[in-house]
């Protein structure tokens, strides 16, 4: 991520404060996300289980981590969504360390100390290159401690540019008395080469005035089984992979030896 499509990304947190700024304390215990990894959450019984959510946002899911009772760490290139991460954390009353890092700068701040680090909300798309996301990845295994966790989820890219379907419209969503509607522009250049997403936020208000919110990033796409080999050849033995080829996302476990 260059730092126009970095500026681009804090521009996107009140939309992230859309989607979840309105939570109750127990809706965000009970989150999605924490269902989705209870049983890998719940395998490490000691009694501090430190975990790293290494592209945190505007950091629900690590609030959501920390209301579970879990030692958490949350960092994200995004100044603006740390802000909002820190900001999240007081209003649901719990304690997280924030950091404003890059996946490569990690080895250097954190020794090898985490039980799970997480790399989801396909974040790992926006390595620019094979070579960098492998050493994105690398960064990830480094903090992890003996035994820890490398979650990483990510969308079918294969499935997806196999469509190739231009727009992806999402459902409206309400916040402060006005609408949006999400819909993402892709134009795609092929696995492996960089390509471009606008997101696009239609903001309807009572009147029915329509306000258009748009942001560019880049990204690019790679197949399940080049990540599956990166997470490999990094020396991570592969627990879940829950990739099919009709599936949308997907999520792969490592664990470190």
Avoid at 44 to 57: F, M, P, R
Avoid at 90 to 116: A, G, R
Avoid at 129 to 145: G, P
Avoid at 179 to 201: A, T
Wanted: hydrophobic letters at 35%; proline letters at 2%.
């Amino acid at each position: 991520m260059n730092n126009d499509e970095k500026q681009d990304y804090d521009k996107m947190n009140w939309l992230y404060n859309a989607f979840y700024g309105d939570m109750e304390t127990e809706q965000l215990q009970q989150l999605e996300f924490i269902e989705n990894h209870k049983n890998l959450l719940q395998s490490y019984t000691d009694k501090e289980v430190y975990i790293l959510d290494s592209a945190c946002g505007n950091g629900v899911k690590a609030i959501a981590l920390a209301l579970n009772g879990y030692n958490v760490t949350a960092t994200d290139i995004s100044s603006e969504m740390v802000k909002f991460a820190n900001e999240f954390s007081k209003k649901y009353n719990v304690s997280i360390s924030t950091d404003v890092k890059s996946w490569s700068e990690l080895p250097s701040v954190f020794e090898p100390q985490f039980d799970i680090v997480f790399n989801i909300g396909n974040s790992i798309v926006h390595s620019p290159n094979a070579v960098t996301r492998e050493n994105d990845i690398s960064s990830l295994v480094q903090v992890l401690k003996r035994k820890g966790t490398l979650v990483i989820e990510t969308r079918n890219w294969e499935k997806i540019l196999t469509e190739n379907k231009r727009f992806t419209v999402y459902d409206k969503i309400s916040y402060l008395d006005k609408e949006y509607i999400p819909m993402y522009h892709w134009k795609f250049n092929g696995i492996e080469q960089e390509s471009e997403v606008e997101i696009l936020f239609q903001e309807i208000w009572k009147d029915n005035h329509v306000e258009l919110y748009e942001n560019s990033l880049s990204f690019t796409p790679f197949t399940h089984m080049s990540l599956l080999d990166i997470m490999k050849k990094l020396g991570l033995d592969i627990i879940k992979d829950t990739f099919h080829k009709e599936c949308d996302w997907y999520l792969i476990y490592g664990r470190k030896a």
